[in-house]
């Protein structure tokens, strides 16, 4: 057993070998990931450039837009890089299969590992760029909490490109069909509509996204506020059920217990009054919560990003072993 396990890691090992030496040969895609990060993160860093964490309404929307759509349209230029390196080889890892060269298993645990470090790079350097343009949280904490989150998710997505590639036949196939799980995930992530808001019939995809899971992670790691604001329109806000908000709410270290108001109309009653408009207090994590479903669960949503990550390889395991595409 012993042997077996040497023997196998010695397969890994040239197995990850002859991937880094492939995405250092084909460096004209692993450089566009590299560049997109860079001009994606500057990109959106320019977008919202010192604003900071979001303390109003308009800018919790603003960065909520901004973050889905930058991770949304990286982790889908992750995918394709991943879909052009692996139908490349595809037909050599066939013909070296058939001959027993190597298991399957070292294949898929090579390939798995040897993109990391790309991915680590790329996402990185994008992530870097946007969070300190931006000007988020000082919190060492939260930063690394984001940090392992996207680099996470952009891995789910490249490792769906690895599935693509063993499973469709052709580059433009697979295309598409990324594109169709970029807007499946993009649709059911909590940010196009609100979880609560999904009919229960449609409930089960939001948990089939990993963006929800990335983006519930990353903005609440931002934004969690241990208080609540009592919604009560007096002249000074009460919190956690009539307390001083200064004795239980941490203003200083974090943002998302900033207080801000929501307007609310209050309905007439019979021909006495009219309606009129109130303002609630609430604070900027309560206002979260409230229109995008959105929970404080950072370190979950990594196991549950992992678990995408792990499920993706294992499905591209029993497709390279049972699916053949090779060309005749």
Not at 1 to 17: C, E, P, T
Request: charged share 10%; net charge neutral; glycine share 6%.
């Amino acid at each position: 057993m012993i042997i077996s396990i040497n023997i196998l890691i010695n397969y890994v090992g040239f197995i990850i070998g002859r991937w880094l030496t492939l995405h250092w040969r084909l460096s004209s895609l692993n450089l566009t990931r590299i560049y997109a990060g860079l001009v994606v993160g500057v990109a959106c860093g320019l977008l919202l450039l010192r604003v900071g964490t979001p303390t109003s309404q308009s800018e919790v929307q603003s960065f909520l837009g901004l973050s889905f759509l930058q991770s949304l349209f990286f982790g889908f230029v992750s995918s394709i890089i991943a879909l052009q390196s692996l139908i490349k080889e595809r037909n050599v890892f066939y013909r070296e299969k058939n001959t027993k060269m190597y298991p399957v298993v070292a294949y898929v645990f090579g390939s798995a590992l040897s993109e990391i470090p790309y991915i680590v790079v790329s996402s990185t350097l994008l992530y870097v760029i946007f969070y300190f343009m931006v000007g988020l949280s000082d919190s060492t904490e939260a930063f690394l909490q984001g940090l392992v989150l996207y680099n996470l998710f952009i891995l789910v997505n490249a490792y769906l490109g690895h599935v693509l590639a063993s499973g469709l036949t052709t580059l433009p196939l697979c295309v598409l069909a990324a594109t169709g799980f970029s807007s499946f995930w993009s649709l059911f992530s909590g940010f196009m509509i609100s979880v609560e808001q999904i009919p229960n019939y449609f409930a089960w995809a939001t948990y089939m996204c990993p963006s929800y899971f990335y983006i519930d992670g990353f903005i609440s790691s931002q934004l969690f506020c241990s208080c609540e604001v009592d919604p009560i329109p007096l002249p000074i806000p009460t919190c956690d059920g009539g307390l001083n908000c200064n004795d239980v709410c941490d203003f200083d270290n974090s943002a998302g217990c900033t207080i801000i108001s929501i307007p609310f109309t209050v309905p007439a009653v019979g021909n006495v009054t009219a309606p009129t408009v109130v303002n609630i207090p609430i604070n900027v994590w309560q206002f979260v919560q409230g229109a995008f479903g959105f929970d404080y669960q950072p370190e979950k949503s990594m196991y549950r990003l992992a678990v995408f990550a792990i499920t993706l390889k294992v499905i591209d395991f029993l497709l390279l072993t049972f699916v053949i595409k090779a060309k005749r």
